[in-house]
């Protein structure tokens, strides 16, 4: 059956309270516009770039604000509330980049945490070392709901489409990335790793984001954004500040788009030869 989907935009700052409370009016926005699924950015909860400062107000899962109030909204409007994802302190003293997605009696149903870490450097002189504070995960999962079998990715994971593969062979329909993604990147890749991530796989893609100059100095991308599995943008959002998009989402389109190109159906395994270099005329032995 169609349900609507919402994609929550948010400008995350450095208070975690605050934060909590941007999000429980957006989400109530959300509901007010008939959404039973909404879904909030990465880094929900904080975005901080001074590590000591962020680790000085972490909450481990049973203490986080974050986490407590994406249950109560669930169960205050009877949605499923997918917090994209949040810091959550460890025992070890590193950091889990964790989304939650809760049902609508406020119980948590699954948990993801960020496979793929941001570790790299940009052209602008950013550099990111997302692997010095957080542990990656290591386990992807394919959810049963109600409405739609639902596959699970945070932000740097996009680039990753194997994941993306083997959630659609698992079954799922609706693959979700919450991200906070820097507006170098997302200005070239945004939109179309989206569109091809729903595309290659004849899915929904629903992608909640982080947007605009957050207090901690650093600026990201907006366009929120949900596509459906011929590759349409269903609805997105601008480029700076909050704002809510909403689509109706509607899984027998996943079955129609396998019916025309039956791509998962027609996959093969295949063996990957390097080859040491070529002469001429033909391929070196």
Not at 9 to 28: E, F, H
Not at 40 to 62: F, H, I, K, N, S
Not at 173 to 189: I, L, N, R, S, W
Not at 232 to 246: D, F, M, Q, R, Y
């Amino acid at each position: 059956m169609s349900f609507k989907a919402a994609a929550v935009q948010m400008c995350s700052g450095v208070d975690p309270v605050k934060n909590a409370a941007a999000m429980a009016r957006l989400v109530r926005d959300a509901a007010g516009q008939g959404a039973t699924y909404v879904q909030t950015p990465e880094m929900t909860g904080m975005l901080q770039r001074d590590r000591a400062a962020a680790r000085a107000v972490l909450a481990d899962e049973a203490h986080d604000i974050i986490v407590k109030t994406g249950s109560e909204l669930a169960r205050e409007f009877g949605i499923h509330m997918h917090v994209g994802s949040t810091a959550i302190a460890l025992a070890d003293g590193k950091i889990a980049n964790r989304g939650f997605l809760f049902g609508p009696d406020g119980k948590i149903l699954n948990r993801y945490d960020k496979i793929h870490m941001f570790d790299v450097d940009l052209d602008n002189g950013e550099s990111w070392r997302e692997s010095a504070a957080y542990t990656a995960g290591s386990e992807a999962r394919v959810l049963s709901l109600p409405f739609a079998a639902m596959g699970f990715a945070i932000c740097y994971d996009v680039r990753f489409p194997a994941l993306f593969r083997a959630q659609a062979v698992a079954g799922a329909e609706v693959m979700t990335v919450p991200a906070a993604f820097t507006k170098q990147t997302g200005e070239a890749h945004w939109e179309i790793l989206l569109r091809a991530r729903a595309i290659e796989n004849g899915v929904f893609v629903i992608a909640a984001a982080q947007a605009g100059r957050h207090e901690d100095g650093r600026e990201t991308f907006g366009h929120s954004m949900i596509v459906d599995p011929w590759g349409t943008v269903l609805a997105s959002a601008g480029a700076a500040g909050e704002a809510v998009i909403v689509a109706e989402v509607d899984p027998s389109a996943v079955k129609a788009a396998h019916d025309k190109i039956p791509n998962l159906r027609n996959g093969r395994e295949f063996s990957v030869e390097r080859i040491a270099g070529a002469i001429a005329g033909g391929v070196a032995a």
